[in-house]
């Protein structure tokens, strides 16, 4: 099992920034990927970001040129730094732990979840 805590979340006007962290622990070695996914309200679950222990990353296209994925292998922690946030951004962020192979994610961990609010 892997497990994982988010932090960062919070409220921030439309044009700010945030910087998620998600920390892993438990059975690291199982895994070679981290990302978010996100949820709005009465929405599905979509990726955001995603970041192989190779450096790979991934972006959805809603947030290409705002967002950075980014990683510390050895303080097995992902980041998502998020620039220019739009109140369409507003969602909870849950960080996510899994296989990365052949462009191809396979998450399998979820964490419990971060709030992030952008007001208009």
């Known amino acids: 099992q892997v497990q994982l805590v988010e932090s960062g979340g919070g409220l921030v006007q439309a044009g700010g920034s945030l910087r998620l962290s998600c920390v892993a622990s438990?059975?690291?070695?199982?895994?070679?990927?981290l990302g978010w996914y996100r949820q709005a309200p009465e929405k599905q679950r979509e990726l955001v970001a995603g970041i192989s222990s190779g450096g790979i990353t991934n972006y959805a296209y809603f947030v290409k040129g705002r967002f950075t994925i980014s990683g510390d292998n050895a303080k097995n922690t992902v980041y998502l730094q998020m620039n220019s946030l739009k109140p369409e951004d507003t969602a909870v962020y849950y960080c996510?732990?899994?296989?990365?192979?052949?462009?191809?994610?396979?998450?399998?961990?979820w964490g419990q979840g971060t709030q992030v609010t952008v007001s208009s």
């Open positions: 996510v732990a899994g296989r990365y192979s052949t462009n191809r994610y396979e998450f399998h961990y």
């Open positions: 438990g059975s690291i070695a199982s895994i070679n990927a």
